[in-house]
């Protein structure tokens, strides 16, 4: 409960979660109010080998938040918006939606290659179905495979077989260095030493480094909001992918705030809502709604305010990036919310209503082979 004024927040522990609920707290703050973070650990931060669409159908990092803010032990919670439900408890609404982030995605190579550059057959990696989709429509040849973790462990699989191959080089040619030591017609393979290179790399490539290689990436795939404010934007070659064909998850690079309906919730609204970002992420969120898509298919709603309109693309895949309904319109923005229904509607009537019943389909395909799976484990397994 609210005690002298103080905002209680729930967030997920990560550290891009951190990270991004700092900035609501410091804008909060600045307009004088004193806000304390909570962690709360979720469903999706525990089962960590579970792929992000099956954990998104429960709201697996935003359920257990809320539930906090429900039973009145916090006073609100701070989510990534695409990882939230289109459904909500009516007592609970989004208090605020606070500018929004870079909303695209990154192609993020050991060499700064653009996704034409990468070799036929190269190995991406990413756990969203809408990337898979998007990268095999544009790339069937592609190898994509599934990538979890933070932002800095799926950096860090990247860069990984790179730096240790560099790392076995430079060991070898400090073995021959001190193999030559005195012979003045050597010239060695590297200007430093070993110890010397190491000791000039980020935290980054040195964790890095000590990783366990599972699957070597040519690249892989992350949205730039969460690169840059993870802190590692500086630390690796990175191309940004077009928006036309990689149109981005409904409220990628959005944050939202959750409070129970009343006094609080227009509090934060009136501090840090942000109208723009609001107008746009409901439009997004309202076809997603609509289309009835969540986590379970390859779906792309991108939505911008172009002065009386909002300007909406909508890309809707199969799985394999070999189907496709893509349409973009403008909706008047006086009544954004009921013209973005007619347009998923008329999306859903061109055959995305069907794509997405497949993918629903190979969704529950996926859940009952993984509790056969779960069964057939030898016990204490």
């Avoid at 960590?48 to 697996?60: P, S, V």
């Avoid at 701070?78 to 870079?102: F, N, Y």
């Avoid at 890309?315 to 007619?342: C, K, T």
Wanted: charged residues 35%.
């Amino acid at each position: 409960m609210r005690t002298r004024g103080t905002l209680r927040l729930a967030t997920r522990g990560s550290t891009l979660a951190r990270r991004q609920a700092s900035l609501v707290q410091e804008a909060l703050e600045d307009r004088r109010y004193e806000v304390e973070l909570v962690t709360v650990d979720t469903t999706g931060d525990q089962i960590r080998d579970e792929l992000i669409h099956r954990l998104g159908k429960t709201g697996a990092f935003v359920r257990e938040l809320d539930e906090r803010v429900l039973e009145g032990d916090l006073d609100g919670a701070i989510h990534s918006m695409k990882d939230m439900p289109t459904e909500q408890p009516e007592e609970l609404v989004t208090a605020a939606v606070p500018e929004r982030g870079k909303p695209g995605d990154i192609l993020v190579t050991p060499d700064g290659s653009t996704l034409e550059e990468l070799p036929d057959g190269a190995t991406v990696g990413t756990s969203s179905l809408r990337r898979r989709a998007q990268l095999l429509s544009e790339r069937p040849d592609l190898t994509v495979e599934p990538l979890r973790g933070n932002v800095d462990t799926r950096l860090e699989k990247l860069l990984a077989p790179a730096l240790q191959a560099e790392h076995e080089e430079r060991t070898e040619a400090d073995k021959e260095r001190k193999g030559n030591t005195g012979n003045d017609d050597f010239e060695p393979e590297f200007d430093q030493t070993v110890d010397d290179w190491f000791d000039g790399l980020s935290e980054l490539e040195r964790q890095a480094l000590g990783r366990e290689v599972e699957t070597e990436f040519d690249a892989i795939v992350l949205a730039q909001a969460g690169l840059e404010r993870s802190g590692f934007a500086q630390y690796v070659d990175y191309r940004k992918l077009p928006t036309n064909a990689f149109v981005p998850a409904p409220g990628q690079g959005a944050l939202a705030v959750t409070a129970v309906d009343g006094e609080t919730a227009r509090e934060i609204q009136s501090v840090i809502d942000h109208p723009r970002s609001r107008v746009e992420t409901t439009v997004e969120r309202t076809i997603l709604a609509e289309l009835g898509g969540g986590c379970i298919a390859p779906v792309g709603i991108y939505a911008v305010v172009q002065g009386e309109y909002v300007h909406a693309n909508v890309s809707v895949f199969d799985r394999d990036g070999e189907e496709s309904v893509v349409a973009g319109r403008d909706l008047p923005i006086e009544s954004h919310v009921e013209a973005a229904r007619d347009f998923a509607q008329d999306l859903a009537d061109r055959g995305a209503a069907e794509l997405i019943e497949q993918a629903r389909k190979a969704a529950d395909e996926d859940e009952d082979e993984a509790d056969i799976s779960e069964e057939e484990k030898p016990e204490g397994k």
